[in-house]
DNA sequence: CGTAGTTACTTGCTCAGTCAAGTCAATCCT
DNA sequence: AGGATTGACTTGACTGAGCAAGTAACTACG
């Protein structure tokens, strides 16, 4: 059933939520990319490598392996890891298994430097979501969330990648 | 309360609905971006200014008018307005009223094309999202949406512009 | 054993976004 | 009236992301 053939009625109300949805949609990446910029000066795309790695064997990924953890192209990640490296929290070396493949590696610095933004990022998540919610909204919230992914994966031709 | 103050117990649940919320989060936008870029040539961002400007008298608004209503920088809605006027769908002139004013006026090639998005649009936020909740999820997002924005807003220093 | 093809990245180009510094018009304050 | 201030943009420099073309390491096939 599409939203055509519901009554009428529902498409004030669904307006009002699209609105609220896509006001949220804004915000709250905003706000926690905002948090670690600020307390850590990672975008919220360099801390989930950070954190990949950190909770990794050996503090080491293959590329390939982050970039589909972090959901993002191989191309992006390649330069932000190389940002990483540039600062001297991760390293890069070839795999001695096969040398397509490229180790990305924690440093101690950069297991320090994700360690300490971790408190701080995870208790901005708390008193944006969860403290805003009784534990029936955040229930119903991941199941919402669960719908909606699956709704966008079903779309015909798109995929996300 | 804070979290902290929560049974253990809940810690795993709630990581899993942050983890459902975060792919959500990604996904939902670059989904809905997708669509508009495929087919209508639009950023989500271009699309909701043509749209704005086409629901305005005259079909026309102030630059920073504008801005409050899509929740940009001054600067961003500039640019933007500066490529779709390099398309012939926005034009701008100072406001007689008030030198200092820049009025936006949408074209009629503008008009056009922003109504010819509309529908795929609204399309596919129906498949994404109403029509992959029930009724009672829908509204439950609505308030779940609010009550994460007011946090947000809430938030010790942080202010969204 | 050599060559064609595939895989796993990397990089040049271009574009959108931010930040800070301009510009220009109105207004305020003696 | 007239210099200082404020408001509303605009723009230049820089950063991050995507796309497409390149490169280097392996693999498969005749």
Redesign the interface.
Known sequence: ????DRPTE?DD??L???S??A?????????LD??LQRDSGLTHFEYGILFALLKAPDRTLRMSTLASYS?SSLSRLSRAVSRLERKGWVERSPDPADGRYTLATLTDDGATHASEATPGHAQ??????????T?A????????????????RD?SG?R?Q
């Open positions: 059933m599409t939203r055509a529902l109300e669904a009002e939520t699209w609220a949805l006001t949220m949609l804004e915000w709250l990446p905003a706000a905002a948090q959901n901005m998540v708390d008193a944006v979501v969860f403290d805003a919610l534990a909204q955040a229930k119903q919230l991941r199941q919402i969330s669960r719908r909606i992914t699956a709704a966008i779309e798109w996300p």
